[in-house]
Structure formats: structure tokens, C-alpha cells
């Protein structure tokens, strides 16, 4: 089975900092995908970046960019410029390529100060 | 914009109850999952289905039931509801691989009191 790990419970940074959000899952797959969901107070989850892992380029989509080291795996998320907006809890999630079930980890509350 | 829809954004049932959660999506997506969501645990899947009338357990399946009678619904089922099921519920769907992003509904936060 497929497990993702998220260690960090509970994070804070300062508005226009930087941040890293860690993740590692476990898989025997060799195809898979990667993500990262951010889940405001409204409680609607939203994609923020998707990784392919048969892709070596890591993903970046305006402040956000992941860090896919697939040897160790390992898939970071990385906020620049960070803003109020982003205060929410973060979700890692796997899924295989060949099966339909998504993983998510236990998620990481990200609290940006003013 | 795909749009997943569950029918109650907040719900409050006794115990013993069968309850039933509404999840409805407009894309013609293939599968579609039920997820609960507790503080600590993040998103553990119930149930998924990736056809109509077929569908899989998840991670923890006891004490919940599905149906997926047309392909843009997908029903959670607790068939006799217990306050260990007060939780957040979230339905997900998403074409097959390679577009294999989850769209999300609302929520919803069921109490069994």
C-alpha cells in the first residue's frame, strides 16, 4: 500500500518569507503522480502544483515550486513571497498511474503572519 | 469548471440512523471517491468507484456502504450512524490517468450525536 507522510503538523512564516512544506511517501510503482492541495478555511480543497514522476523537471506554478527528488521520495513544497492568502492546510497526495486511488498525507497547517 | 457537488454542507443525525451523503459531479468523470477528514489524519479513503455499479474498498470501509447507480453520483451510506462517524466527508472525482486530478466538493460535517 501506499503511504505519504507529512511531518510537520503546524508551520508559520512571516508575509514575504519563504517556506518548505515536507513530504515523503512510499511506493513500489514506478508511474505515479504527485500533489499538492491547499485547503482554505472555505474548506474547498484546490490543486496547487501536480508533478509527474516520470518527468524530472520539478514543477513550478508562480510562488509555488516542488522539489521531486524521486530517489529518495521526497516532494517539498516551497512558498516564495508568501501572502496572507496562503494561510491554509496543505495536503501531499500520491496516486498511481495504473490505479485510480489517491493517497493524501495528514496535512500541514500553514499560518502566514502579517 | 467541473463542479463536484455534496448535498448537505452540514448535517446532524442521531445514532442509529442511516444517513445518507449526496455527491453529484458534471464532467462525466469516471471515478469518484469518498474521503473523511479528522484533525491529525488528513484524508482517509472509504470508498472509491470507477465505474457505475463497480466500486472498491478504501482504507477504512467498515461501517459505510456505497452506491453508484449513474455515473455522476456517488452515494456514502452509513448504514446505522455512530458518533465515532462525526466527521468531515469529502466526495472527489477525476478523469483516469493521465488527467489525474481530484476535484473536490464542499464538505460535508456530519455530527451523530
Known amino acids: 500500500a501506499q503511504t505519504v507522510t507529512q511531518s510537520q503538523p503546524e508551520m508559520s512564516v512571516q508575509e514575504a518569507e519563504t517556506v518548505t512544506l515536507s513530504c515523503t511517501y512510499d511506493t513500489s510503482e514506478s508511474n505515479y503522480y504527485l500533489f499538492w492541495y491547499k485547503q482554505p478555511p472555505s474548506r474547498q480543497m484546490i490543486l496547487v502544483i501536480r508533478?509527474?514522476?516520470?518527468?524530472?523537471q520539478n514543477a513550478t506554478e508562480n510562488r509555488f515550486s516542488v522539489n521531486f527528488q524521486k530517489a529518495a521520495k521526497s516532494f517539498s513544497l516551497k512558498i516564495s513571497d508568501s501572502q496572507l492568502g496562503d494561510t491554509a492546510m496543505y495536503f501531499c497526495?500520491?496516486?498511481?498511474?495504473?490505479?485510480?486511488?489517491?493517497?493524501f498525507g495528514s496535512g500541514t497547517k500553514l499560518n502566514v503572519k502579517p | 469548471d467541473v463542479k463536484v457537488t455534496q448535498s448537505s454542507r452540514y448535517l446532524v443525525k442521531r445514532t442509529g440512523e442511516k444517513v445518507f451523503l449526496e455527491c453529484v459531479q458534471d464532467?462525466?468523470?469516471?471515478?469518484m471517491f469518498w474521503y473523511r477528514q479528522d484533525p491529525g489524519l488528513g484524508l482517509r479513503l472509504i470508498y472509491f468507484?470507477?465505474?457505475?455499479?463497480?466500486?472498491e474498498k478504501g482504507d477504512i470501509p467498515e461501517g459505510y456502504s456505497v452506491s453508484r447507480e449513474k455515473k455522476e453520483r456517488f452515494s456514502l451510506i452509513l448504514e446505522s450512524a455512530s458518533t465515532n462517524q462525526t466527521s468531515m466527508y469529502l466526495c472527489a472525482s477525476t478523469l483516469g490517468a493521465p488527467k489525474a486530478e481530484a476535484f473536490f466538493g464542499q464538505g460535508t460535517r456530519l455530527t451523530v450525536v
Open positions: 508533478q509527474e514522476a516520470y518527468k524530472q
Open positions: 497526495a500520491f496516486i498511481s498511474y495504473n490505479f485510480n486511488k489517491f493517497y
Open positions: 464532467m462525466d468523470h469516471e471515478n
Open positions: 468507484s470507477y465505474d457505475v455499479k463497480m466500486k
